[in-house]
């Protein structure tokens, strides 16, 4: 009976223990999200009331830098100003990053708000971001129903379900920060990954 007995206590502590990493990893994910939600820089920019008062069609512009060379370029199918906040709304837009020392990354979605003097890309709808392959690395590919574009600091980030591929790597996670400068992303909550070995050459 004791042999017993010894053995179920073991089993409670053993699912004590599972039980608080569990627990300390909610908490520490629900932590993260309230972060990222507090920075404010996150949420969804919303129209603005008024009318606009111009649009373009089917357009491509450039955005310099302070050195005077590209930095990043925005085409789509509609382009309209707001004048109230000076911001713009587009349909069916493509970013790509112009920065010759940057891995090469392009963006699109549904649509798009650029807001804060074109500080920031609020990215909508099937909205994916894809760095090339560079220096070695492979292909990135991210998926979500939201991204925020800080072109002037190469950062990508969400407080959104995102899933990651790269390579033969699949992530999922809720809330993510991806900078190309540094070529690091961080996943936050209910991380899951997948990972098939790459074929052995014969």
């Known amino acids: 009976?004791?042999?017993?007995?010894?053995?179920?206590n073991a089993e409670r502590i053993r699912l004590a223990v599972i039980l608080v990493i569990?627990?300390?990893g909610a908490l520490g994910s629900f932590w993260v999200m309230q972060a990222m939600r507090a920075a404010g820089d996150q949420q969804p920019a919303?129209?603005?009331?008024?009318?606009?008062?111009?649009y373009l069609e089917n357009f491509n512009y450039v955005r310099m830098g302070p050195t005077g060379l590209p930095r990043y370029d925005v085409?789509?199918?509609k382009m309209v100003h707001y004048p109230t906040d000076d911001s713009f709304e587009i349909t069916k837009p493509v970013v790509h990053n112009l920065d010759q020392n940057q891995a090469p990354m392009e963006l699109y979605s549904d649509t798009a708000r650029v807001t804060d003097d074109q500080t920031q890309i609020h990215m909508y709808g099937n909205a994916n971001a894809i760095r090339?392959?560079?220096k070695g690395r492979e292909q990135?590919?991210?998926?979500s129903e939201y991204l925020l574009l800080l072109p002037d600091d190469e950062i990508v980030k969400t407080d959104k379900p995102v899933?990651?591929?790269m390579g033969t790597t699949r992530l999922n996670g809720v809330g993510m920060v991806a900078n190309n400068a540094t070529q690091v992303v961080q996943l936050f909550g209910n991380v899951r990954g997948y990972y098939e070995p790459t074929p052995k050459k014969r």
């Open 163 to 165: 899933a990651m591929t």
């Open 140 to 143: 990135m590919h991210l998926v």
């Open 1 to 8: 009976m004791s042999g017993r007995s010894g053995e179920r």
């Open 132 to 134: 090339a392959p560079y």
């Open 75 to 77: 085409a789509g199918t």
């Open 22 to 24: 569990l627990i300390a």
């Open 46 to 54: 919303q129209r603005p009331r008024g009318k606009p008062d111009y």
